[in-house]
C-alpha cells in the first residue's frame, strides 16, 4: 500500500519570508525527526528553495521543483524608491488580483493531501490544510492599502473555504477567524508552532566572536529580530530607549535583525531625531548561524509588537535562555505564561520601564531564564509535525495511531 503523500508548499523567496520560512524549515525539522514510514512528505518549491531548506529534510529526492514566477511586486518596490507617492497610486487604482489557480504541478504528484504552510495558496481539488497565521489586516488596517485589505480577504476567504482544515497555531487565533469568516468551528484546529532557532547549527565560543566582530556587536545589547513593518513597533522601543537614558542615564544599546522595508527610513530619521544612533547597530537579514549567536551574546531580548498570531522570537529567546519582555497583545500573553515580563505596546512608560527592569536585574533575567526553559518545553516541532500528521491521516481517511487521537483530543497549549 502506497504511504499517504502529503506535499507541503514551500514555495517561499530565499530572503525577506523570515517568519514564513521559519514556520517551513521547523515544519520540515519536524517531519525529518520522527520520520513516520507511512507518509510521503514532499516540498513543492522554487529553484533556490533547496539552499534554505536541504539541511531540515531527509532526501533531495523530496523536493518537487517548480518555475518561480516573475517578480513585478519588486520591480514596482524598486520603482516607488525613485518616484514617491507611486505605490499609493498603484494601490487606489488597481483591483484586487484573482484568487491563484493550481498550474498543474501538484495535481501531476498525485498528493492525498496539499498543507500551506503559509498565507500565500492556491486553488486546487486536492484536500488541503490551509495555515493564514494571523488576520492583521482587519486589526490594524491602517498599515495596509485598501488594495492589501481587499486581497487578503478575497484570498485568505477563498483558501478557508476550500480547506479541509484550518490550522491556527493559537486558541486567541482560532476565535479570530471563526469570527471573520464565519467557518464551521470543527474545521479549524489549534495546531502549536515552536522555535526553529534550536536547529540551527551550535557555535563554539570562538566562532561567536566571529559573528560578533562580523556584525560590529557590542559588548552588551538588548535584541529585536523583526523586519521593519511599521505593527513590529520598533519607533515605540526607540523612544523608550531615548527616556531611559534622558530620565536616568541608562545607556542601553539596541540590535535590530530582519530584512528592510520602505518603513526603515521612517525609523532612521527617527533614530536621528532622538539622538541614539550610538546606540542602535542593524544588521539586516543574517544567516541561521548569526541568528542563533545573537540571541547568545544578547542580555535580553525585547518585542514590543503590536500584532502577533504567536510571536517566533519570543519562542525562541525562551528556547535560547534569554531573558525576554513583550507586548500583552493577542496570543502572546498565554505564549509565554510567567515567563516574561509584558507590557502594553502602545505606552512608551511601560515598555522603558520592562527595559530597564531586564537590563538591570541580573537575578529577575535568571529566574525568567529558568521559568522559559519550563514553559518552551511543551512546544517542540516534533509534536507539530506529529500534531499534523494526525490530520493527514484524519483527512485521507486512514487509521489513527493512538498517539494522534491524544493530540486531537488535547486542550490546546496555547
Not at 183 to 198: E, G, I, W
Request: proline residues 8%; glycine residues 6%; aromatic residues 8%.
Amino acid at each position: 500500500m502506497r504511504p499517504i503523500r502529503v506535499v507541503v508548499d514551500a514555495r517561499i523567496p530565499a530572503v525577506g519570508w523570515g517568519g514564513v520560512q521559519q514556520v517551513v524549515i521547523g515544519l520540515a525539522a519536524g517531519h525529518t525527526s520522527i520520520a513516520q514510514s507511512d507518509l510521503e512528505i514532499l516540498y513543492l518549491v522554487y529553484p533556490d528553495g533547496p539552499d534554505w531548506l536541504r539541511p531540515y529534510v531527509a532526501s533531495k529526492e523530496q523536493f518537487q521543483t517548480v518555475r518561480a514566477p516573475a517578480s513585478p511586486r519588486r520591480s514596482r518596490q524598486l520603482l516607488s524608491q525613485q518616484v514617491p507617492g507611486l505605490r499609493s497610486v498603484y494601490h487606489a487604482i488597481m483591483p484586487p488580483p484573482p484568487v491563484p489557480v493550481s498550474d498543474g504541478s501538484l495535481e501531476a504528484l498525485e498528493p492525498e493531501i496539499v498543507h500551506f504552510p503559509h498565507q500565500a495558496a492556491f486553488l486546487t481539488a486536492v484536500r488541503s490544510i490551509y495555515q493564514p497565521h494571523d488576520l492583521q489586516h482587519l486589526h490594524l488596517p491602517q498599515f495596509f492599502t485598501p488594495r492589501d485589505r481587499a486581497t487578503r480577504d478575497l484570498h485568505y476567504q477563498a483558501f478557508c473555504e476550500q480547506a479541509s482544515l484550518v490550522a491556527m497555531g493559537s486558541t486567541w487565533g482560532r476565535e479570530d477567524i471563526l469570527r471573520a469568516y464565519g467557518l464551521p468551528p470543527q474545521k479549524v484546529a489549534v495546531v502549536p508552532l515552536a522555535p526553529v532557532v534550536d536547529r540551527y547549527p551550535a557555535l563554539r565560543r570562538t566562532e561567536l566572536e566571529k559573528v560578533s566582530a562580523e556584525l560590529r556587536l557590542p559588548e552588551h545589547f538588548c535584541f529585536y529580530p523583526a523586519q521593519t513593518w511599521p505593527h513590529k513597533n520598533h519607533a515605540r522601543l526607540l523612544e523608550a530607549v531615548a527616556q531611559l537614558r534622558d530620565r536616568q542615564q541608562l545607556i542601553v544599546p539596541l540590535v535590530f535583525s530582519g530584512a528592510e522595508t520602505d518603513y526603515r527610513r521612517h525609523l532612521d530619521s527617527l533614530i536621528k531625531r532622538l539622538g541614539l544612533g550610538p546606540q542602535v547597530t542593524w544588521v539586516g537579514y543574517v544567516r541561521p548561524s548569526q541568528v542563533r549567536a545573537l540571541y547568545r551574546l544578547a542580555r535580553c531580548v525585547v518585542v514590543p509588537t503590536l500584532f502577533e498570531s504567536a510571536s517566533q522570537p519570543v519562542f525562541e529567546a525562551l528556547s535560547a535562555g534569554v531573558a525576554v519582555a513583550c507586548s500583552n497583545v493577542t496570543a502572546t500573553p498565554r505564549q509565554v505564561g510567567d515567563a516574561a515580563i509584558v507590557f502594553d505596546p502602545y505606552v512608551v512608560d511601560q515598555i522603558a520601564d520592562a527595559v530597564q527592569r531586564l537590563w538591570t536585574d541580573p537575578g529577575l533575567r535568571v529566574e525568567l531564564v529558568r521559568r522559559g526553559k519550563r514553559r518552551i518545553a511543551d512546544f517542540t516541532w516534533e509534536r507539530t509535525a506529529h500534531h499534523f500528521s494526525a490530520y493527514y491521516r484524519l483527512l485521507s481517511g486512514n487509521n489513527l495511531t493512538g498517539r494522534d487521537q491524544a493530540l486531537l483530543n488535547a486542550e490546546p497549549i496555547i
